[in-house]
């Protein structure tokens, strides 16, 4: 049963353009999100996260947002850069520190 | 600083045998886990030590998986009589802070297993 999903396993945005990753979810009882990057043959690298007590994160080039109605996480890259280009996951935590993750969303940044 | 760092980074074992993958958290995080991805899929969740406290292996697969964590720091991940469908990149993360705090996890590089 996958409680947190990412519906699309790639994604090419020209370079300077905006990148908008998906994440949906079912556990209505998720209270922390993140985003995690991840090149080939290394583990996940913590990017950014979100309290289910707010709708909006930002980091820079990267904006996490929540819409805990919709059951919809999504990351916002702006502007892309070439060195963005990896697999991108979402995962959520229940109370208890148990994270599920998505399965991944390639990115490639087109220069 | 140093990360978790997790060894062996590569094993090839013949089917049956036992192994044991090592993770070494990053100093001062009382939280670690374990993850498997295999190939296409998301990360699925193992194990998970807090402090002391009793581990949660909710998300061990079959009773050939096994983990201990001593001194509440290194980790081992053991796996005994290895089958082909354990073949997967293993993964190890800590984390600072008790349960219910917004902590990221920071994960090591992974050990990628081969069951010939």
């Known amino acids: 049963d996958q409680q947190v999903k990412q519906n699309s396993p790639s994604l090419s945005v020209q370079e300077g353009r905006i990148s908008i990753l998906n994440c949906d979810y079912t556990?209505?009882?998720?209270?922390?999100f993140l985003w995690y990057k991840k090149y080939p043959a290394e583990g996940p690298t913590f990017l950014i996260s979100?309290?289910?007590?707010?709708d909006k994160n930002e980091d820079g080039r990267f904006t996490v947002f929540l819409n805990k109605s919709a059951k919809h996480l999504s990351l916002h890259i702006v502007p892309s850069q070439p060195g963005d280009s990896a697999v991108y996951f979402c995962?959520?935590?229940?109370?208890?520190?148990?994270?599920?993750f998505g399965t991944g969303t390639s990115l490639t940044v087109i220069p | 600083g140093a990360g978790v760092s997790q060894s062996p980074s590569n094993k090839v074992t013949e089917k049956g045998k036992d192994v044991e993958l090592r993770c070494d958290p990053i100093?001062?995080?009382?939280?670690l886990y374990w993850y498997r991805q295999s190939l296409g899929q998301g990360l699925e969740f193992l194990i998970y030590?807090?402090?002391?406290?009793?581990?949660?292996k909710s998300g061990l697969p079959s009773d050939r998986f096994s983990a201990e964590r001593t001194g509440g720091s290194v980790s081992t991940l053991t796996i005994q009589r290895t089958q082909q469908e354990d073949s997967a990149v293993y993964l190890c993360?800590?984390?600072?802070?008790?349960?219910?705090?917004?902590?990221?996890?920071?994960f090591g590089d992974g050990t990628r297993l081969s069951i010939l």
């Open positions: 556990n209505s009882m998720f209270d922390y």
């Open positions: 995962a959520a935590r229940v109370t208890g520190n148990q994270f599920y």
């Open positions: 100093s001062g995080h009382t939280a």
């Open positions: 993360a800590s984390s600072l802070g008790a349960t219910g705090q917004n902590q990221p996890q920071h």
């Open positions: 979100i309290s289910s007590i707010k």
């Open positions: 030590f807090q402090g002391n406290s009793a581990p949660d």
